[in-house]
């Protein structure tokens, strides 16, 4: 009898994406855990009938777990990142690799400038210092913070979510520039030549980069002194972007004003010393997780995951992969 071939999850998917798939193909996953192996559901021979894996850049999937896996065919990514996905051991194995590249970007973009506002209007302290019950015991409103309209908002990395990034803080009245790791000639923005550049430029550095190995502690302490004492971060890349440590000491030290972060080096643990700073915003990673944004990563995985088993080019493989072998 003729069995379907197996899409196996890597991590939980919403019902939409797991009911669309299991009327195609058989799916097998999660693991129990999200940090177990991820092959941790497959049942005794069904290693080798996995033709595709659905996974996203932070659960990734080693070259160890590709190599139990004689049939694969399609690692796909659910969100744009794919950073922990082995793509040169798929290469080898000519395996196709494929994200979902802008789905989410509105989403996270909304998000970025929740927490730009958040930092910069200094709103957690506030509410903390409302709930404290200080508002009725001193009689008076805390002092107030300089504003947005007219600050400079520096934006590393403009991709699809850093051009969103950038045209709502425009719309805030701020002047707007952005690092790359090349110009853009249909953008109006100016272009700065170096990160540090940049920073020294900003009032609000917004960490929009890819997520990328190259791009690991680029925010040093070198930049963040260049942002200056009345600048804010604001990250909603990935933690490790960022000099996590040097970060906590900008901070203490007022070498920065404040931060807005939604990612964290080492998650899901954020250190105490930052969690207890009154001066930062933290969300935990939720800055794609809206309903629109999870719908249309999920049609971008159905798309790829239905081309791969027609035989035809995915319609979004990351840069270094081919559409198909």
């Given at each position: 009898m003729h069995q379907p071939p197996i899409?196996?999850?890597?991590?939980p998917v919403g019902a939409s994406l797991r009911t669309a798939l299991e009327s195609r193909y058989r799916v097998v996953g999660p693991p129990p855990m999200p940090s177990s192996d991820p092959l941790a559901s497959l049942a005794p021979g069904e290693a080798e009938r996995v033709r595709a894996v659905v996974t996203q850049g932070t659960t990734g999937f080693s070259r160890a777990s590709i190599a139990k896996l004689p049939a694969l065919g399609l690692v796909v990514a659910l969100g744009s990142g794919y950073e922990g996905i082995d793509v040169p051991a798929a290469l080898e194995r000519r395996i196709v690799v494929g994200h979902s590249p802008?789905?989410?970007?509105?989403?996270?973009?909304?998000?970025?400038?929740g927490l730009m506002i958040a930092s910069v209007r200094e709103l957690f302290a506030a509410s903390a210092y409302l709930q404290r019950g200080e508002w009725v015991a001193r009689g008076r409103r805390r002092s107030g913070p300089r504003g947005l309209t007219g600050r400079?908002?520096?934006?590393?990395?403009?991709g699809a979510i850093g051009e969103k990034i950038a045209q709502?803080?425009?719309a805030f009245e701020m002047e707007v520039g952005y690092h790359n790791r090349r110009r853009r000639d249909d953008?109006?923005?100016?272009y700065f030549a170096s990160l540090h550049a940049l920073a020294t430029w900003a009032d609000v550095l917004l960490i929009a980069v890819r997520a990328d190995a190259a791009n690991r502690h680029?925010?040093?302490?070198?930049?963040?002194?260049?942002?200056?004492?009345e600048g804010h971060v604001v990250n909603i890349a990935r933690g490790f972007v960022i000099d996590e440590a040097a970060l906590i000491e900008a901070l203490a030290n007022r070498t920065i004003a404040g931060a807005g972060l939604d990612v964290f080096e080492h998650e899901p643990q954020v250190p105490a010393a930052l969690r207890e700073l009154p001066t930062?915003?933290?969300?935990?990673?939720?800055?794609?997780?809206t309903r629109e944004?999870?719908?249309?990563?999920?049609?971008?995985v159905r798309a790829n995951v239905d081309a791969f088993f027609a035989g035809e080019p995915i319609p979004t493989p990351v840069p270094e992969s081919p559409a198909k072998f």
């Open positions: 899409v196996l999850l890597a991590l802008g789905a989410n970007a509105a989403t996270v973009a909304d998000h970025a400038i400079r908002a520096g934006i590393y990395g403009l709502r803080c425009a953008v109006p923005y100016p680029s925010v040093d302490a070198d930049v963040l002194r260049a942002l200056g004492p930062v915003a933290l969300t935990p990673h939720i800055a794609g997780d944004a999870f719908e249309a990563c999920f049609r971008m």
